[in-house]
């Protein structure tokens, strides 16, 4: 059994309007010299073998077909 997380967040120069709300709330909750704020999603998954390779592979392929809009995102896999 392989343990897998993946990371994706939006690309450099894509718009990030949840960022910058939560940016906004966190100043209104007085957190001062908060900046830069860009939101994303974390998966952690269960890979049911234990061919680390073949993991990643198919964690991979779910990145590309489904986990992240590779158009706007990038992604990163983290295997234990």
């Given at each position: 059994?392989?343990?897998?997380?993946?990371?994706?967040?939006?690309?450099?120069?894509?718009?990030?309007?949840?960022?910058?709300?939560?940016?906004g709330?966190l100043?209104?909750?007085?957190f001062?010299?908060?900046?830069?704020?860009?939101?994303?999603?974390?998966?952690?998954?269960?890979?049911?073998?234990?061919?680390?390779?073949?993991?990643?592979?198919?964690?991979?392929?779910?990145?590309?077909?489904?986990?992240a809009?590779?158009?706007?995102?990038?992604?990163t896999?983290?295997?234990?």
């Amino acid at each position: 059994m392989i343990k897998a997380r993946v990371v994706v967040t939006l690309k450099n120069g894509v718009l990030d309007p949840q960022g910058k709300a939560i940016e906004g709330a966190l100043s209104a909750l007085d957190f001062s010299g908060v900046g830069g704020v860009r939101q994303g999603k974390v998966f952690d998954l269960v890979i049911d073998h234990d061919d680390k390779a073949k993991a990643e592979a198919d964690v991979k392929s779910m990145c590309e077909k489904l986990l992240a809009n590779t158009v706007i995102e990038n992604y990163t896999i983290a295997l234990s």
